[in-house]
Each structure stands twice: as C-alpha cells, then as structure tokens.
C-alpha cells in the first residue's frame, strides 16, 4: 500500500467514523427530548407545589396561634378555678365558724 492509498483509507475511516458518531448523537437526542407537553406539566406540577407549600405553611400558621390562644385561655381558666377553690375553702372555712358559733350560742 502506497502512501496515497493510505491516506485515502485514513480519510475514509475517520469520515466513516465521523458518520456514526454524528448518527448516534443524532438518536441519543431524538429519543431522549423532553416534548414542549413535558415541559408544561412540569412546570404545572411546580407550580403546584408551590401553592401546597404555602397552604401547608398558611395552616402550621393557624395551628400555632390557635394553639396560643387555647394556652392562653387553659391559663386563664386554671387562674379562675384556683381562685374558686380558694374562695370556696375560704366560704366553707367561714361556715365552719359559723357553725361553731351557733352551737355555742344553742348550748349557753
């Protein structure tokens, strides 16, 4: 083989070889593009997403000044009723005396 043919075998080799690559370059992106439809839902999803997301904080907002509030009125309540029982141990403290008094009064 001379050193023309050579060089003409080597062309046609890496034209060959430029061929294929080009061609599965070709495939890989034809069956690996993302359709425009694709893109749409995706971008639809996200968008829902996003809108669960603030829902989901909007509500965790809620829950946690509801929460304060009930804490708030527990509080509250607790308050009262400790002032109720002391009122009332103070009311059955003073009927006590009373009763004391009166049979005093009944035996003299």
């Not at 495939?27 to 639809?44: C, G, K, M, N, Y």
């Amino acid at each position: 083989m001379n050193r023309t043919e050579f060089v003409v075998a080597t062309a046609i080799i890496l034209f060959v070889a430029f061929s294929l690559g080009w061609f599965a370059n070709w495939l890989i992106h034809r069956f690996t593009r993302v359709s425009q439809a694709d893109v749409d839902q995706l971008e639809r999803m996200s968008q829902e997403l996003h809108e669960a997301e603030e829902t989901r904080d909007q509500a965790i907002t809620y829950l946690q000044q509801r929460e304060a509030e009930l804490t708030n009125q527990l509080a509250q309540t607790e308050a009262e009723l400790t002032a109720a029982m002391e009122g009332l141990r103070d009311a059955r403290h003073e009927a006590e005396e009373m009763r004391a008094y009166v049979e005093r009064m009944n035996s003299n």
